[in-house]
């Protein structure tokens, strides 16, 4: 099991974080199932990757003209230990960096025109399976869950605040298993929460009505969503049957609850475990999941027909004035990923060279009104570039969540470091 320190050190705040982390050794492949990204989605499977869906794209050429790329279903391929699949219009090669994450660089357009071509750089996260209480893999670090029983961190697909649907293979989970999977995702909240002392979180009736009731929404009329372009958040009652408001905080007083509403995030990832995974990796969806003045929230959960959509409602902030410092991840956490991809809408300010970056470190600390000077620091002293974002640099932080900052470092860290 490798290891990585950190030390971020804030004027107003210092923490130090001790973390953990997996690599791919010699003999340790990817992890079977469905890997998902912004650009294609595809599943691994005993070396090979298979049903590749690349993703919807589009570009502007330097003449002004514009060309979109539909997506498209691909065929079988050889993945171990790289990936490399050329066909037609897209050219894709990729380098497993962990068990759990690939990146490379892509081209797709047409090499007969000159109208426009797309060149970049892409990700694809493994998807955790829908289950309570994961093993995990033989020969990888495991997350929190290793030390209560809950589901653990580790690799999964990011949700959206403002998200455009993923278009990848999905497992499905019917409408039977709620229940269950609102146990999971509660279960999921409360282990985090104690382990970074952000207190407990109660499941609301309300919330969960709405969450629920969005989510049948936006898989119903998954089609619809697509064409249009509509931020899946919202909803539009056009599309027919299940309309229950517009934004979700109508969503949540027309479902009954009485309080003030909060925030909402989403996922596309047919798990309640692995939604929750993929907000944690995040800088914006990650602060709701763990704010010590939010104390109630609601599950939803629908897949069907290969679309699948996770959806959590909170309850408004009740701040207490004696809330903690709340960090994530916390010290001596294990199981963290060194890299992060940047796969959140709105996208947080991208690293210099661009994504992926280092993993997301956030810090909650109600008191402090002001930042000063800032620093990330390697296990052996020295400074490491990175990216800060407080309310006074970025607007999103502000409007989500105004006493947080978060830093990631710009280049993916090292087992070690």
Known sequence: MHKFGLCFVVFGALMLLGCET??????????????????????????????????????TGDDGCTRSFQEQILGQWVAWPSIR???????????????????????????????????????????????????????????P??????????????????????????????????????????????????QVGAGEISQDASLAKAAQAHAEFFVMHHSQYKSSGLSPHD??????????????????KAAGYDGVPGAEVMAFTGSATGAVQGWLETVYHRLPLIDPSV?????????????????????????????????????????????????????????????????VITARVPNVSAWGAHQLLSSDGQEVAHVFLSAETDPNMKMFDSKSIAIYSHEPLEPSA
């Open 22 to 59: 997996s690599s791919p050794s010699q003999g340790q492949k990817p992890r079977d199932g469905i890997w998902q990204g912004d650009e294609l989605s595809f599943v691994y499977r005993d070396g090979q990757i298979e049903s590749v869906d690349v993703h919807q794209s589009s570009c």
């Open 235 to 252: 909803e539009d009652a056009s599309f027919g049957v299940g309309f229950t408001g517009v934004k979700a905080n109508q969503r949540m």
């Open 295 to 359: 104390h109630a929230f609601g599950y939803g959960g629908q897949s069907q027909s290969g679309s699948a959509c996770e959806v959590m409602d909170f309850s408004g902030r009740s701040p207490s004035g004696t809330d903690p410092v709340i960090v994530y991840p916390w010290p001596g956490q294990t199981g963290v990923p060194k890299s992060w991809s940047g796969n959140e809408g709105p996208q947080p300010p991208p690293p210099p060279n661009g994504y992926p970056s280092g993993p």
């Open 85 to 143: 699949i050329s066909e037609g219009l897209y050219d894709f090669d990729g380098q497993f960096s962990s068990m759990t994450l690939v990146s490379g660089a892509f081209r797709w357009g047409d090499p007969d025109s000159e109208c426009c071509r797309a060149i970049g750089a892409w990700t694809a996260e493994w998807v955790a399976p829908l289950t309570a209480s994961p093993e995990a893999d033989a020969g990888s670090s495991s997350g």
């Open 145 to 194: 869950g290793s030390r209560s029983g809950s589901p653990s961190w580790q690799g999964a697909s990011t949700g959206d605040l403002h998200p455009g649907p993923s278009n990848g293979p999905m497992p499905l989970a019917g409408s039977s298993d709620l229940a269950e999977h609102q146990r999971t995702a509660h279960e999921a909240l409360l282990s985090l929460r104690a």
